[in-house]
């Protein structure tokens, strides 16, 4: 029987674990956010409601709740939660943590819930020490990682696994953890004031990730008893670059950012990058508008442009602040300074337009899919020439429907790059069409 000591001790054990920790939701109806892993008849939750033995992959971006649903999975099914980090794990605690599971399972009959935290830092014979647990239910396996699982979880251990990719949280979301944790017992318990601006700069700051949310407002408010925007500046050691509460700053920025990079004014451009990384505007935003970017304003001109755009976005998600904004600085100057042409998206949008239209029209016969039985008795592929067997691979058949024929999408302009693309482009289309 628990003691009014033991009960105290308990109490105050709590009240030292960081809020992130006393606000882990306890139940799935708790959780905020990944609605779509939650509501009624997902996979998550026909497996807790089941209670039968599973094994899951968590993937998604930090502070989206991948501990978290392994602890409610735990809690929900009331398994034994043990915790394993890839970090400082090797085979032989991985061997001991599945060998006191199969135990705990023999002598009273409780399974075990065995999460691997960042299960992409384990190597081969550490992940292939889980696939006999995983393969004989020996544990509830649920492995979080950051990195995308088919490139870094083997083949074995993945395919006997339910993989759920979680999504980042919405700034509606991030405000209502904040708001709970603010109201809670098990949080702030109402003892400290936050001013809604002050509110709106926590969720900015989070970036998604709920949380570093959580850790922003507790190191506010230890230091007032009102949290203000000049307390969470304070408290996150930063000077915050102020956003107005309806957001016209937020657009106002990122469109002279656009805008100067289209403009081709490096530094301008750099100094907008640093305002919005400096607010604490989530990076991977930032690193979108930089790869449409690429494309929509540099295009063929500079067709290098949107690899290292690419490249900065997936360094951000793999690094995250602040190493991520040198990668985006990169891009953003290689941005600036490469020729510019629109030519790609309006290309696409007057093809766009054509098919909207209704100008779509049949797809000729010798283009058509042969390979499955019964397409060559329709006349499917007859007549197509292998352009392969040609000189230069070249040959002059019919590609566009009757309707587009004649139809002229990309026009290249004689930007960098794009005037050797519009020359060859130019004998191309003279050769198909017979000009």
């Known amino acids: 029987?628990?003691?009014?000591?033991?009960?105290?001790?308990?109490?105050?054990?709590?009240?030292?674990?960081?809020?992130?920790?006393?606000?882990?939701?306890?139940?799935?109806?708790?959780?905020?956010?990944?609605?779509?892993?939650?509501?009624?008849?997902?996979?998550?939750?026909?497996?807790?409601?089941?209670?039968?033995?599973?094994?899951?992959?968590?993937?998604?971006?930090?502070?989206?709740?991948?501990?978290?649903?392994?602890?409610?999975?735990?809690?929900?099914?009331?398994?034994?939660?043990?915790?394993?980090?890839?970090?400082?794990?090797?085979?032989?605690?991985?061997?001991?943590?599945?060998?006191?599971?199969?135990?705990?399972?023999?002598?009273?009959?409780?399974?075990?819930?065995?999460?691997?935290?960042?299960?992409?830092?384990?190597?081969?014979?550490?992940?292939?020490?889980?696939?006999?647990?995983?393969?004989?239910?020996?544990?509830?396996?649920?492995?979080?990682?950051?990195?995308?699982?088919?490139?870094?979880?083997?083949?074995?251990?993945?395919?006997?696994?339910?993989?759920?990719?979680?999504?980042?949280?919405?700034?509606?979301?991030?405000?209502?953890?904040?708001?709970?944790?603010?109201?809670?017992?098990?949080?702030?318990?109402?003892?400290?004031?936050?001013?809604?601006?002050?509110?709106?700069?926590?969720?900015?700051?989070?970036?998604?990730?709920?949380?570093?949310?959580?850790?922003?407002?507790?190191?506010?408010?230890?230091?007032?008893?009102?949290v203000t925007v000049e307390v969470v500046e304070k408290a996150v050691d930063k000077a915050a670059v102020r956003y107005d509460r309806q957001g016209d700053q937020h657009y106002d920025v990122i469109s002279a950012f656009i805008k100067s990079m289209r403009g081709s004014d490096a530094d301008a451009a750099l100094h907008y990058l640093a305002r919005m990384v400096e607010a604490g505007e989530d990076p991977r935003f930032i690193a979108r508008r930089i790869v449409i970017f690429a494309s929509e304003d540099v295009g063929m001109a500079d067709p290098t442009c949107l690899q290292v755009a690419v490249a900065a976005a997936q360094a951000v998600e793999f690094i995250g602040l602040p190493e991520g904004r040198i990668n985006l600085a990169q891009a953003v100057i290689h941005c600036a300074l490469a020729p510019k042409s629109n030519a790609v998206v309006k290309a696409i949008g007057a093809a766009s337009d054509d098919v909207r239209r209704g100008m779509v029209g049949r797809i000729p016969g010798h283009l058509r899919d042969a390979h499955y039985p019964g397409a060559k008795k329709l006349g499917h592929g007859t007549g197509y020439q292998y352009p392969h067997d040609f000189e230069h691979g070249l040959v002059r058949q019919d590609y566009a429907p009757e309707e587009v024929r004649d139809r002229r999408y990309y026009e290249p302009t004689a930007h960098g790059a794009e005037a050797r693309y519009g020359e060859r482009w130019a004998r191309i289309r003279d050769f198909l069409r017979g000009g």
């Open 1 to 226: 029987m628990e003691s009014l000591f033991d009960s105290a001790a308990e109490e105050a054990h709590r009240s030292q674990e960081p809020l992130a920790v006393r606000m882990r939701p306890r139940s799935l109806d708790e959780v905020i956010g990944q609605r779509h892993l939650l509501g009624p008849g997902t996979p998550l939750r026909r497996l807790v409601e089941s209670d039968a033995p599973m094994s899951l992959f968590l993937w998604g971006p930090p502070g989206t709740g991948k501990t978290t649903l392994a602890y409610v999975v735990s809690n929900a099914t009331r398994r034994r939660f043990v915790e394993v980090s890839a970090v400082s794990a090797g085979v032989k605690d991985v061997r001991a943590a599945i060998d006191q599971a199969r135990r705990e399972l023999g002598m009273t009959g409780r399974q075990t819930v065995l999460f691997v935290d960042e299960v992409h830092r384990f190597n081969k014979a550490q992940q292939d020490a889980l696939l006999p647990a995983v393969e004989n239910r020996w544990v509830t396996f649920i492995g979080a990682t950051t990195e995308n699982p088919f490139f870094s979880v083997i083949s074995p251990l993945l395919s006997r696994s339910l993989l759920l990719t979680l999504e980042s949280l919405s700034e509606d979301d991030v405000r209502a953890v904040l708001e709970r944790a603010v109201a809670d017992p098990r949080g702030l318990d109402g003892r400290v004031a936050v001013r809604p601006d002050a509110l709106d700069q926590l969720v900015r700051l989070a970036g998604g990730d709920a949380r570093r949310s959580l850790t922003y407002l507790e190191a506010a408010a230890l230091l007032a008893g009102e």
